[in-house]
């Protein structure tokens, strides 16, 4: 049974602000539910079906990403659903008020009205609003497989993915094993106060690792390229989202610097690279927190790419495929599942290979630590 998605009446989109590739991916994922409903009612009475909450965000700095998870994460569970398995996974999705208040009564909504028993896929917006939520925890509502790279102590969240500084460190530790010593930090101070909480003592930790005081980057990217472009370094590292990382990949070309370009997670590589422009000669280096599609020998990336096809006829990212192994640990750790929220958490702490690629719960709630930097459109 393929996954259902319920959609309130969409607001008029911004095409202007979306990239062509995105724009047809919203009207895919908007239009899958429809056809997904009379297969919904087919199913067999005796299989389980769990409902999933998902609220996507459609608005915000990850907008982006958000979509090429959801992708993911929907074609997965539609294959579970179509293969018969003992767990039948009804996927509602609600577009995500901007406000983190409002958007917690949608998923008070999800679990009360829906009866959503898990909720999929938060992102840095809405994640700390759920899982700070004591309403949340006394319906005993596991969130599972956050966009989000925050770090957070919460016993109902469970990560598939490394958090920023495990972004942070890989990204310095592989940049200096590549033989680039001089790398510059540009710091979005918004982000990294997201990021990390007490935003000061974090920021001096980085700086103190570094070897170097990082340079704040704020909405006018100039000065900071200007002090980054005077020191010369062969990287630089953007602590921010996408709009900070392209702002100041310009900027730094307007000044005459070329190098390597390196972001986190949080900046999606289509839109970089559009607003970058066809013109722009430096790396685009990013890190990747789950396998991209160039790892095509691992099983899980080669199932994914298939599915992809099969589902939605769209090109995999790193985004999709981080999705997608999410969604498939949930479907597999749902398998061992006969109800209650104890029994849940049981289920859910556990070590589950999803093909060449393994997420281990069984010592904490953040089921990998995977982080490798990818290239995109360097020259």
């Known amino acids: 049974m393929p996954s259902i998605l319920h959609h309130p009446p969409y607001p008029p989109l911004r095409a202007d602000k979306l990239p062509a590739s995105a724009q047809r991916r919203q009207l895919i994922l908007a239009l899958g539910g429809l056809a997904a409903a009379p297969l919904a009612l ?10 999933v909450g998902h609220l996507l965000d459609r608005s915000g700095a990850q907008a982006d990403l958000a979509r090429d998870y959801l ?4 074609v997965m569970f539609d294959a579970a659903n179509a293969g018969g398995g003992p767990v039948g996974i009804q996927h509602v999705v609600r577009d995500a008020d ?14 009360d009205g829906e009866h959503a028993e898990l909720l999929f896929g938060p992102g840095d917006q809405l994640l700390p609003a759920l899982a700070g939520s004591p309403e949340l925890h006394r319906r005993g509502v596991q969130i599972v497989a956050p966009l989000s790279g925050l770090a957070l102590n ?12 495990a972004e942070l460190d890989a990204a310095v530790r592989q940049l200096r094993d590549y033989g680039l010593t001089r790398v510059a930090l540009a710091v979005s101070k918004e982000f990294a106060s997201i990021a990390a909480g007490n935003g000061a003592s974090w920021l001096a930790r980085q700086e103190s690792a570094m070897g170097a005081r990082a340079v704040p980057l704020d909405s006018n990217a100039d000065a900071a390229a200007r002090s980054i472009a005077a020191q010369r370094p062969g990287a630089v590292i953007v602590v921010g989202d996408t709009l900070a990382y392209a702002s100041l990949g310009r900027a730094l070309a307007a000044q005459g610097w070329y190098g390597f370009l390196v972001g986190l997670s949080a900046v999606s590589p289509t839109v970089a690279r559009e607003v970058l422009g066809a013109g722009y000669a430096g790396g685009i ?24 096809k099969q589902y939605l006829d769209e090109p995999p990212s790193p985004a ?23 029994e849940l958490r049981r289920a859910l702490q556990a070590r589950v290979d999803v093909g060449d690629f393994t997420l281990d719960f069984t010592q ?12 995109s459109g360097a020259r």
């Open 364 to 375: 904490g709630q953040r089921g990998s630590r995977y982080v490798q930097l990818a290239a």
């Open 285 to 308: 280096v990013l890190t990747q927190v789950a396998p991209g599609p160039q790892a095509a020998t691992l099983r899980v990336v080669k199932e994914h790419v298939a599915r992809m």
């Open 154 to 165: 919460a016993d109902n969240v469970w990560f598939t993915r490394a958090d920023y500084q």
């Open 71 to 74: 992708a993911g994460a929907k």
């Open 320 to 342: 999709t495929i981080a999705g997608y192994i999410g969604a498939a640990w949930l479907v597999r750790a749902l398998g061992t599942w006969r109800g209650g929220t104890a």
């Open 42 to 51: 087919a199913q067999s009475a005796a299989r389980r079906t769990v409902v």
């Open 98 to 111: 901007a406000n983190p208040r409002a958007a917690l009564a949608q998923a008070l909504s999800l679990v």
